[in-house]
């Protein structure tokens, strides 16, 4: 077996354990609520705005030719969007890190609850670098929202959703590991919390 073989299997392998972990946050989170009351007034964080993202039907019209390969193992899709400054930035931009691409909202409950783990993430690690995609919402009100929270990492703006649909993107928030040569390494859709995203992060670097 080939040693980027044996890389992409021990990361599969932790991407897939916290996938399921992140699942059963979502069920917890949805039943009880994150303050404690009934659910019923909540989004649950496996859907996504009405008014931001296509529905399946919509998407498979017409948008056949547009998938790229999106393959564990294979490069990741890259992709060129505006920063906050109105800035291009690339995603192959960061060749020789480690990416975690984060699909969000500001709208978005459980994108709330996680941002700060992100951050911390983001503070404690040089070799990795934190990419959060929000999807088409206005400029303003996600500078507003980033300035307000006091968030440093990249904040880019997918303002038509192409990014998000290239990626499958069907829940916010949702996360995609990315090495350090571009390669693809999985996703988790759905919530992650602080110890699960070390847990991936330490699994890639041991199969390095």
């Known amino acids: 077996m080939r040693r980027r073989d044996r890389v992409n299997k021990k990361a599969l392998l932790a991407i897939t354990v916290v996938l399921i972990s992140a699942l059963i946050i979502g069920i917890y989170y949805f ?21 931001t993202m296509e529905s ?18 294979k490069p990741a899709p890259d992709f060129t969007l505006l920063d906050l400054n109105g800035q291009e930035v690339s995603l192959s931009d960061f060749k020789g890190k480690y990416v975690l691409i984060n699909f969000w909202a500001t709208w978005c409950k459980y994108c709330d609850i996680e941002m700060p783990d992100l951050q911390r993430l983001y503070d404690e690690n040089e070799d990795l670098v934190v990419l959060a995609v929000n999807v088409q919402e206005d400029k303003g009100v996600v500078d507003s929202y980033i300035r307000h929270e006091g968030y440093d990492f990249p904040v ?3 303002t038509e959703g192409r990014v998000a649909i290239n990626y499958l993107v069907s829940r916010f928030p949702t996360s995609y590991f990315v090495d350090k040569e571009g390669l693809l390494l999985g996703g988790v859709p759905g919530m992650m919390t602080y110890e699960q995203m070390v847990q991936i992060l330490n699994s890639i670097r041991q199969g390095q």
């Open 156 to 158: 880019l703006l997918d």
């Open 31 to 51: 039943i009880s609520g994150a303050d404690g009351k009934s659910h019923e007034d909540k989004n649950p964080e496996n859907q996504v705005n009405e008014n």
């Open 56 to 73: 399946e039907d919509e998407q498979s019209s017409g948008e056949e030719d547009f998938y790229p390969d999106i393959d564990i193992g």
